[in-house]
């Protein structure tokens, strides 16, 4: 990633758009924590359905109805453990899952009303009644003597360990980069985990003993696959997308200010103070996933003037959620839908615009009528998908498809004592909380592999 | 326009919402309050005999139980009776009457059992001009430790005696208030017909203790330390009100009583159905200690609108109506068949009826169909018992549909028998034995 700032005029980058408490006050939470009187009108609104819907909607199948009613009865607590029991991540999926495709759009309220319970929302304040600075509830296992290496410490590593920790199995977690969280810490929109709150769950799960995490240690660069398989009893791999997506374009590589929005994500999750990040006057986005969104979207609140996502088809391909694409347009942000770059432009080596051109969609396949219209901005961020990287394997035979891991549904890969979840494996959602439930069925499955009491 | 005008054992009042004799009602201030906002009458609250006057506690007096949003579904009080000086009750009583002299203002009594004492008192309220007397046989805390209140209204001749002392000692009409904590109400309703009382009012409270603080480990809201058992009122006791109403309306021995309903009422329908039960009044309290006294305006507005829509004239015209339809279970036609019914158009899909009638009741709503999640009744197993539509959370989702042609699956009978009740089943053993 090359920023540069330049004086205006020529390409107006700049840090400090904003002053602090703007800043402050625009990256604050986006939605902010029940009060206990909310709470409990809220949870009085859940139904205790039979075979809840909502549970069933959970990639993770947190007994939803239960852990409202606990709410309901004033034993917050007891409603954490509920969640925990089934998701050990509930603090950030209550922040970050897209509930309103999971179980609120599942939430028979949602039917009869269009107003189904906020279950992402007393998921958090169960939650965070419990993580905030406070132990594990859970009881690391006796020790088995059975350790297994897991590698990447993003959701899908950090629920593994910790299952397996409840089964007395040691684990040490290799991750490549210097804190734990994976896209809990370095993606995911700032203003959904305000406070620092992925160091403090990551710190949560950990508290429970038994697992070592080496930082700064990347599969295939300084560990292999085959010395684990050698001395561990079994691995997990959780080791994310590495890679992201080109535009494919001439002078992609060389104009200043043509940004991943990914890497940008993570130097603003980990800027320690927002008002010394760069960010263009004029912001182009090409994407429709939540990368562009929430790149979009910060940008916007860093205080870009101008931002525009341009999006190849329409809105409803768009990976982003209704709600997601809403928060951005009253943001600020245009969406501009069925068109894609088609040329970089720049002066001096400095990003200056793009020419896209119009598409539309014939049987399936895109196409471009010829007509292009030309987008004037100081930066362009890219978030046209992420990929993975299979090469980290060292060539192991293990079967991998369009760059993702092959796994069964317990989460085996195709290589004897070798297991693999969360974005690095097929059919994945890239969702938190789907990677927590592939740790979760990773573990189950490996404690069944090695013979010891079940977690 | 329908006329709320209220004539009660010949006190008239504007129309037929009164306020209970109770902490809304203790002073001058607040009972003009209340007649400015348009109610029909008060209840002064109960005067005691004169001398040192009450003492009450400097704590807690009330409690509440609360919906999930602080709604309030039953208020509780260790209030006792006036603790202001019968002198100045006796007067600000008069000058109320003499500035509002259209509203009913009847004065809420309780002294010691004993003639004097009620002679006494009787003689002073008397010369306020008030327009009757309630005599308190009610409250079941505090007092009734002194020998008053529901330890006189527990005992059906103690009642008849005080009754009739004070019908032989005033002029003014007089109303029995009755205690609502004994087994049969029907009993100090007719000791007071006995007595010549002029009407019973009902319900005082109902004894309770709200709530115990699981960290404290005594009574909420306690008084350093300890609590006491108090009166219970609020919306959640009307049910136990409407009964009790209903049982006297009913009794032949108190026909032509006149009733004074009270227990619960928060809106004009609420008041409807007392009326409709015999009231001819009715009185209110811990609605107007939730909201204030606007709420009158509710009251008279929604009954008027009410008895427009159906016809009634006046309260008289709507008074009783509900009356005939109450009955002994024994009287209810076992014949009659009736079976849920599930809207599948307003379903949506909770199964709450399912899940309560598989574990709690008949088995009879399958819950899915074709493999699909879709609640249905299996009319094979279905007794019509009403579970599934009222934990139904969609009104009108589930009803239950009347039987009347072919055959019920669950017991090979027909639906079209005529009527016919446990008086003459044959599974009755008192039919039975008649019959040998």
Known sequence: ?455 | MADLRSNFIGIKSPNPFWLASAPPTDRKVNVERAFRAGWGGVVWKTLGEAGPPIVNVSGARYGAIHGPDRRVIAMNNIELITDRDLEINLQEIKEVKRAWPDRALVVSLMVPCDEDSWKSILGRVEETECDGVELNFGCPHGMSERGMGSAVGQVPEYVEMVARWCKAHTRMPVIVKLTPNITDIRHPARAANKGGADAVSLINTINSIMAIDLDAMAPADAIDGKGTHGGMCGPAVKPIALAMVAEIARDPACAGLPISAIGGVTTWGDAAEYIALGAGTVQVCTAAMTYGFKIVEEMTSGLAAYMDRKGYGTIEDLRGRAVPSITDWQHLNLNYVAKAEIHQDLCIKCGRCYIVCEDTSHQAIFASLEGKRRFTVNEAECVGCNLCALVCPVEGCITLVHKTRGVDPRTGLPYDRPAANWTTHPNNPSIANAAE
């Open chain 1, 1 to 455: 990633m090359t920023i540069a700032a330049h004086p205006p005029g020529l390409s107006d980058v700049a840090p400090g758009r904003l002053d602090g408490a703007t800043i402050q006050s625009n990256f604050a939470d986006l939605h902010p924590p029940l009060t206990p009187h909310e709470a409990k009108v809220e949870s009085e609104r859940c139904y205790f359905c039979f075979d809840p819907p909502c549970q069933k909607a959970c990639p993770t199948s947190i007994d939803i109805p239960l852990f409202i009613r606990q709410i309901a009865g004033g034993n917050r607590e007891g409603a954490a453990k509920t969640i925990f029991d089934a998701n050990i991540m509930g603090g950030m999926c209550a922040r970050v899952c897209p509930t309103e495709t999971l179980c609120e759009e599942a939430c028979v309220r949602e039917a009869a009303e269009g107003k189904p319970v906020s279950i992402g929302l007393l998921q958090r304040y169960a939650t965070d009644a419990v993580i905030e600075g406070r132990q594990s509830p859970y009881k690391r296992g006796a020790p088995t003597g059975k350790r297994v290496a897991i590698v990447g410490a993003g959701p899908a590593g950090l629920a593994c360990a910790h299952a397996l920790a409840i089964a007395g199995v040691e684990t040490t977690i290799f991750e490549a980069r210097g804190k734990p969280g994976g896209l809990n810490e370095y993606g995911i929109a700032a203003y959904k985990t305000v406070d620092r709150f992925a160091a403090k769950e990551a710190a949560f799960i950990l508290s429970i003993g038994g697992i070592e995490v080496q930082y700064g240690v990347a599969l295939g660069r300084d560990v292999k696959l085959a010395d684990l398989r050698r001395d561990y009893d079994a691995v997990f791999l959780a080791i994310g997308l590495g890679a992201t997506n080109k535009l494919g374009l001439p002078k992609e590589g060389e104009l200043e200010n043509v940004v991943d929005a990914v890497a940008y994500i993570a130097a603003l999750r980990q800027a320690d103070d927002l008002t010394t990040l760069p960010v263009g006057r004029r912001a182009v986005v090409v994407g429709g996933g939540m990368t562009a969104i929430d790149v979009a979207v910060q940008s916007k609140r860093l205080g870009a003037d101008s931002v525009t996502i341009v999006y190849r088809r329409g809105a409803e391909k768009m990976k982003a959620s209704l709600f997601e694409r809403e928060l951005a347009q009253t943001s600020g942000v245009v969406i501009r839908n069925w068109a894609r770059p088609a040329a970089l432009e720049g002066h001096a080596g400095v990003f200056s615009g793009a020419v896209f051109e119009d598409t539309h969609e014939h049987e399936g396949v895109l196409a471009s009528p010829g007509s292009v219209f030309r987008i004037e901005a100081d930066m362009l961020f890219t978030g046209i998908g992420q990929r993975g990287t299979p090469e980290a394997l060292g060539g192991a035979p293990i079967e991998v498809k369009d760059g993702r891991i092959v796994v069964d549904g317990d989460r085996r890969t195709s290589l004897e004592g070798v297991w693999a979840g969360g974005d690095c494996v097929v059919g994945g959602e890239d969702l938190t909380v789907q990677a927590v439930e592939d740790g979760k069925q990773a573990a189950r499955s490996i404690v069944a592999a090695l013979g010891v009491a079940s977690a």
